[in-house]
């Protein structure tokens, strides 16, 4: 492993741009400090807990915080694979989108520590010892396991622990990596303020940053809460359809409680019908100030409900992807593709999307089922919060996210509450509920109880309340948005003396923003062409002028660019046509998609690309070409 480069005090001898970097967040860098005073300025052991919602930065701060504090390497346990994933994807030294070059915390790749993903077996120690910071879910950590971290590494490995999701930290699996290894300096992060199991979190709370503020400031969506009204609701009890019977005649009959009402009501095909078109009249409503490909995340009872909500959703002619656990991960993973690059307009999950996952256009969020406790309604609500960037979003609706549900899921006590206790300041304390791992149908509580249905039925369009999270300049500006709107079709509709529905279609006509294709086909090829072009004609020509190198000589093949699934590209044995044939392969993995299946979608997504990978790529070849430099890079 003599090419490797490491160093142990990487974290102390670094000068990463913090104090001055405005590409870093205000509650970023007021944690960071916070952490710094904790554990060096006072010298103290305690764990150190931070609270910040979901979109605000947490993987970025984690990418800072071991800075001037930690002595030695860093672990980072994470609770789950697809909050994993997100970290190593973030933090990754050879992402060319990675945290530290993107926020300008480092300008240089050689200044980067280097990371790496725990794998058990897979993972030899030398490469455990060649890590500044190793990554893992909490399941590697299993004391019973050969492969355990706690079974290989000397309990002195780690100096520094960030534990992320911290409402999972009073697991036992947590307690025994934080009681075996030595590590001095343990920082809890989470972004749900609330217990899973009943238990007070250990340690001080030195960082809370309220989701209030949050929206104030503009780093995560504002919310709004729409609740369906049916004008009447019809139930019958026992599959006996001679009686029908009104919610309030069962509560005063005493027939069946809430419970059954919200049950019966999640799996009426009628009820989730008018909760799909109320989602969809939310989706179509912000297509008339954006053409951003904005999604709606569903969340069913379970897997078999879930089809039923997905078909729902297609007959409406809206494509719809179901993720769950039962998927093999190669179609696990073809899903988060295809939200990815927009290739479906509505994803209904069950129990998995709840926490770790985010994916900013999501942005409508509909309930089909009632949730029992107040973490796992945060978690999922969480989904909607992050925030498009100010320099794409085209209208208000854009960061507005709402939230849909059906009234007799009776979900309005959590709204209530999830407004109220995420404001408040303590950290610790206890739910009223013991939380149980939700899968499938998920209804916590007594092992008798009754988890019969009956057949709800709705007469009648119904109505719908709103209600905002809080009044935000979003929110504001987006009723100027709607009111303007229908001032202009009442002037429309009195000026050329036509009805409402005519001059609806008049003014969403002139507003849109999408282009206006005559010849979709010569598009298409212009598409092509374009980005073929761009890296052919333009990047490759001058990237190999500003480094002065001979197009036709193979000096760069031994760079960290041509390493791992690109070495092959050395055979190609020139530098142009090896840079150009990286730029496509590095696009290409990026779209997830081979170029010959490439739809418009695909290069709109592969012209956003293009530009941090060239950054990449020339950041590498600047440390590799600049004399004096070691040319024995870091692998990761």
Known sequence: MADIYFDEKHFLTSDPNLTENEDLREPQIEAYYKAFNHF???????????????????????????YHISEGRVLIITPGTTIRDSVVDSLNPKNPENFWLKRKVFNQVDELPTLI???????????????????????????????????RLNADFFDMILIDEAHHSTADTWVEATNYFLAEKVVKLTGTPFRSDGKP??????????????????????????????????????????EVYTVEEIYEMGIKDENWVSRSVAYSKECSQKEVNRSIEQLEEKAKYSDLPHKIIAVACSIEHAEQIKALYEQMEYTATIIHS????????????????????????????????????LSVAALFRPFRSRLPYAQFVGRILRRIPDSEAQSAQDNVGVIVSHEHLYLRDLWNYYKKEIQESNTIRLL??????????????????????GKATEK?????????????????KQREEKAKRKQAIIELQNLLEIKKEEAVKIYDQNQSKKSKIKRPDQYFKDQKNKIDNLIRYEIVPE???????????????????FEGEFSWIKKINSNAGMLATYFNNALKMKIDKKRKDWKLADYEHAFEKVKPIREYVENVLKNYLSPGDEKNEKRY
Not at 124 to 132: D, M, Q
Not at 343 to 357: H, P, S
Not at 460 to 476: Q, W
């Open 40 to 66: 060096i300025k006072y010298n103290k052991t305690s764990h150190a807990i931070i609270v910040l919602p979901t979109g605000v930065g947490k993987t970025g701060l984690m990418g800072i915080l071991p």
């Open 117 to 151: 993903e725990y794998e058990g077996d897979k993972t030899p120690n030398e490469i455990l010892e060649n890590a500044n910071i190793v990554v893992l879910n909490i399941h590697k950590l299993q004391e019973r396991l050969e492969s355990s971290l706690i079974n």
């Open 201 to 242: 979190i250990v340690g001080d709370e030195i960082f809370r940053y309220k989701l209030s503020a949050a929206m104030a400031n503009g780093y995560v969506k504002s919310l709004e809460d729409l609740v369906h009204i049916p004008e009447e609701l019809h139930l019958t009890v026992d599959n006996d359809s001679s």
């Open 326 to 361: 039962k998927l093999k991960e190669e179609e696990l993973q073809m899903a988060y593709k295809n939200i990815e690059n927009d290739r479906t307009q509505v994803v209904v999950n069950v129990a998995m999307l709840g926490e770790g996952y985010d994916h900013k256009y």
């Open 432 to 453: 009223d509920e013991l939380e149980k791992s939700e899968i499938d149908l998920g209804f916590e509580g007594e092992s008798n109880r009754d988890y019969s249905i």
């Open 460 to 476: 009648g369009e119904g109505e719908t309340i709103i209600d905002s999270y809080i009044t935000t300049e979003l929110i504001e």
């Open 543 to 561: 990237i190999i002028s500003d480094f002065k190198l001979d197009a036709s000589d193979n000096d760069i093949k031994n760079s960290k660019l």
